[in-house]
């Protein structure tokens, strides 16, 4: 059973950057894309971006120029790096698995790491 | 490609069907997907497809409709229910896989 287990540091203050990984056990970085997520405190979910395991990534337009998502294969982990955070960054992170291509149906997020809780402040 | 949802919230008491809806911004066909997320939880995943139950998902939950007009039902509301219900939509290319904004189920 594939499990993703997420980790980074959890203050920032404004105008630094953002760095969170994301390890995939039991399966394997190929054949999938890979998402992050992220909630502020007390809305909703906003899809930040994906990447695959040959690297191909797409990003929300939102945060394009200040995001980069990248994979490491040889340890079956990936990555986010938001630079220069403001307070509007606060949020809970998270890293999935999907969305993907299951038995000829377009499948969402499936699998998801616990979540890493990001405070911006000076 | 822009999704609201409705209602924001509602309470219902346990064996209730409960249903909500998730509204499209344009023809999204059937490229939706539901999840259920509980207070300080990740989100659980619990249909793709618009209406492809997720392996374990309790099959009181159904989903269903195409284009831009989506429903998810739970045909008879249990205690464990009680958690906010987001929709995905998975079609727009460029990727950018908007969430709605979710409905708060609340159990009386």
């Known amino acids: 059973q594939v499990h993703l287990q997420q980790w980074g540091a959890g203050l920032l203050k404004p105008s630094e950057t953002l760095s969170l990984t994301c390890a995939v056990s039991g399966g394997s970085l190929s054949g999938h894309y890979w998402s992050w997520v992220r909630q502020p405190p007390g809305k909703g979910l906003e899809w930040i971006g994906e990447?695959?395991?040959?690297?191909?990534?797409d990003y929300t337009p939102s945060l394009k120029s200040r995001l980069i998502i990248s994979v490491d294969t040889s340890k079956d982990e990936f990555s986010l790096q938001l630079r220069s955070v403001t307070a509007a960054d606060t949020a809970v992170y998270y890293c999935a698995r999907g969305p993907g291509f299951r038995g000829g149906v377009v499948y969402g997020m499936d699998v998801w790491g616990q979540g890493t809780t990001v405070t911006v402040s000076s | 490609i822009q999704l609201t949802q409705s209602p924001s919230s509602l309470s219902a008491s346990v064996g209730d069907r409960v249903t909500m809806t998730c509204r499209a911004s344009?023809?999204?066909?059937?490229?939706l997907a539901w999840y259920q997320q509980k207070a300080g939880k990740a989100p659980k995943l619990l249909i793709s497809?618009?209406?492809t139950l997720e392996s374990g998902v309790p099959s009181r939950f159904s989903g269903s409709g195409s284009g831009t007009d989506f429903i998810l039902t739970i045909s008879s509301l249990q205690p464990e229910d009680l958690a906010t219900y987001y929709c995905?939509?998975?079609?727009?290319?460029?990727?950018?896989?908007?969430f709605g904004p979710g409905t708060k189920v609340e159990i009386k």
């Open positions: 990447i695959n395991s040959s690297g191909n990534t």
């Open positions: 497809a618009a209406s």
């Open positions: 995905q939509q998975l079609k727009s290319y460029p990727p950018e896989f908007t």
């Open positions: 344009q023809d999204i066909a059937r490229y």
